[in-house]
């Protein structure tokens, strides 16, 4: 990949990461007054925005994220199987895309639970914090993962460098 492309797969990469860990943020501090609310139409609002938020922002924002990741991984010297930071990484955001995608419908039949019900129903609805709570928590990882890209090559990686006669890291 041409250094003024990969740039911009870079930027577009980040924006999708940061713009994931950003919403996870909201639906995090939205389920918190979820749990922490005792007003039925603030528990109503914040389930709500959070069935919004997650298909509108981190959904999207998930796929772009594990898109552009893996275009970066094939466009650059790093590769997807070469080094175990990339390739935990990929593990981790197949994961946690997959756990996310697989867990919105319950969040959007928890929010029609919450148009529907009357107010004294609402007070055992709660918040959602174990999903977001955990899926920022990875995605923190990730992120030291892809700054600190600590070394260590996968078996594969080992051999294509040793084949090539190079044994330096990009």
Partial sequence: MAPGLRKLALIVHLVFSVGWIGAVVVYLVLGISAVASKDARTVRAAWIAMELTGWAAIVPLALGSLLTGLVMALGTPWGLFRHYW?????????????????????????????????????????????????????????????????????????????????????
């Fill in 86 to 170: 990339v390739l935990i990484t990929l593990v981790l955001t197949l994961f946690s895309t997959i756990v996310l995608v697989s867990h919105m419908p319950t969040v959007t039949s928890l929010a029609a639970v919450a148009r529907e019900a009357d107010g004294a129903a609402l007070g055992g609805l709660g918040g959602d914090l174990f999903h977001p709570g955990v899926g920022l928590l990875v995605l923190l990882v990730i992120t030291v993962l892809n700054v600190y890209k600590p070394r260590g090559l996968t078996p594969y990686g080992w051999r294509e460098q040793h084949e090539q006669g190079t044994v330096s890291q990009p």
